[in-house]
């Protein structure tokens, strides 16, 4: 059968299937809302269920992605003989060809369907060698062994043949009358109403039944962003769900509706015979081997199924990820670190040797590649260099450990924990909860204070003054009273003071405390001083503040001075005050002119009155 039978023989069969009994799947009880929910290992237990299903759904579209091509390629010589678009059964190439018996054989019958108001007379004439089917006293199609399977004979073959024909050929008869055509009148109606009623009961099932429920669910245990991150996708996946199932019954339908009277139908084979055509055209440009590698050559068809085998070990190698993380070390008592490194090398030895098994299935030959992998050398040498030196970089991190998932680092101005170590870059999460990635040579080219290595414990040193003249006992032990009974700092080493110096203002001490965590040191620190200040503040020790003392020394200073000197400065004081006097009798002479003035104002404003 080639790609045009085959397609009009799918297409029969799903317009044909109305006649069969539909049954709906089975849909497990809506638990009672106040029903308790699930614990989270059931939760636990359902999704590593649901990663197995999966997997295994994967595999098998990957594995039915490999037979795509000899299925659309293989070409079965066989023709449907059809009434009014309906197919009733095949016939084989005998002494002609299938299409063209075929052909032949459904002429005749739209013929007599038509032209014929009478019930036809299908009988079998065996007087020749083979059986001949005839209709009407017209011969219609002679039954060869081809046409038979192996446990029948062409006689039994030909009987059951006439059978479907007169039975085919009385039910056209019967669709061309008025009454059919009211009761498909009244049964599209009513396919419409039920489909109608399922669109709407589906979105009903969703909001109602379905979605309440799982809000419940995700809601159970889970934080805020986790709950509804979830009901995020959900939705998003439910509404998908819900446009397929609408799709179909709506598809559905139209298929139902336009099988039950003649002219749709056969408008519809058109269809179907236009676009089993043009797949066909698609098929051979798909198919056809046009890209030439090695000793083979292969189709944009194949390509596609390269791509496909890819995509599915890309997502198998996630869900392998996921499921040695959360159920394979999580149980082996390793730390996070470990945990993460053998995770990351398990992850790309399975994409790898993945890659290499795909490649072989394809069906390309390895050697053929010895010149790509030529061609990728010189471009990761010259194009790729940046790539290439955080790949080397990543790998470095990865095997010699210097850091690890979980340690607290700081590189430059940043501090934070490393949450991902990859083979290009490294995530880091700092004390403000923002994600940094950094390139992997970062960390192998400049200083990195790793808090963690080989262990946890750290020390914290706290500089503390005291003003000059305090009891040095009194302040040893208020400040090794600070440090009792804080849980983040260890017993052991036990706290110590140091004695740093005298200083300008103050006498300086060291505090220096043990801790297990060290990306809480600045909380640590905190409430370290918060504690001293109260502490000290009861015991009357007193913190300064900088200072300066400044003595001033009363007395006859011993100063010589210069005849020149005093001769000039008798000088400059005489003349001072001679300016002083000249200034002086000078204002007084204004202030009279000014009196003077103002007075004969007044005298000439009381003549002219």
Known sequence: MNSYQLAVSSYQLAVTSYQLPVYLPYLP?????????????????????????SFLLVAIACLGLTSIAPILAQDTPTAPITIDGRRLFEVNEAKFSADKRAREANIILEEIVKNSQTPAVVEVDTSLSLPVIRVNNEHLLTVTAKDTPDERSVEQQAQIWRRELEKAIADAQYERTTRYFLQAGLVSFAWIIVAIALCWGVGWFWERKLKPLLDRLFSNGNSEEETVRHQTNVEIAAQIIIAIIRIIIGIWSLIYISDLFIQTRQLSRRVVSFLSSSFGVVENSVTSQLIPLGDNAYSVLDLFILFGLFAGLIYVSRIVKRLLRSRVLRYTGLNRAAQETITIIANYAFIFIG????????????????????????????????????????????????????????????????????????????????????????????EVVNWNHHSSVSRLKLPIGVAYGS?????????????????????????????????????????????????????????????????????GVEIPFPQRDLHVRSGSLPVEVSPELIASLTQLSTSLASWFQHQSNGGKSHSQDSNNIHSSKNDSSQKNN
Do not use: C
């Open 29 to 53: 009880p809506i638990p009672n809302p106040q029903s308790p929910i699930p614990n989270p290992q059931s939760m636990k237990n359902r999704s590593f269920l649901i990663e197995v299903i």
């Open 355 to 446: 890659t290499i098994v795909v490649l072989q299935v394809w069906g390309l030959d390895l050697s053929s590649l010895t010149v790509f992998a030529g061609v990728l050398g010189v471009g990761i040498g010259l194009g790729l260099q940046g790539v290439a030196k955080e790949f080397i970089s990543g790998l470095v991190l990865i095997f010699d450990r210097p850091i690890q998932v979980g340690d607290f680092v700081e590189v430059g101005d940043l501090m934070g924990t490393v949450e991902r170590i990859s083979v290009r870059s490294t995530e880091i999460r700092t004390l403000d909860q923002v994600s940094i990635i950094l390139p992997n040579s970062r960390f192998l080219e400049q």
């Open 471 to 539: 009891d040095l006992t009194t302040v040893r032990s208020a400040l090794i009273d600070a440090t009792k009974n804080h849980p983040d700092i260890i017993e052991n080493p036990q706290p110590k003071v140091f004695f740093r110096g005298f200083g300008d203002s103050s006498l300086d001490f060291d505090l220096l405390v043990w801790i297990k965590e060290p990306q809480k040191q600045f909380q640590i620190k905190s409430d370290l001083y918060f504690r001293i200040e109260a502490i000290f503040r009861n015991r």
